[in-house]
């Protein structure tokens, strides 16, 4: 796998993963909304964290 494929594609995953938050984020709240992004930046960590693993 080229290395810029994988990097497109953890890029589309932390966009993806940004959009989710913002979905799920209760825009009436700036405090469950901070809450609903830190959520969304764990899961996409946690999802370049296996992407990585699955490079080496």
């Not at 469950?32 to 930046?41: D, E, L, N, P, T």
């Amino acid at each position: 796998m080229n290395q810029y494929r994988v990097w497109r594609g953890i890029g589309a995953g932390v966009l993806a993963g940004a959009a989710v938050g913002l979905l799920m984020t209760p825009a009436h709240s700036s405090r469950g909304g901070r809450h609903g992004a830190g959520k969304a930046m764990r899961t996409v960590g946690n999802m370049i964290d296996s992407i990585t693993d699955v490079m080496r």
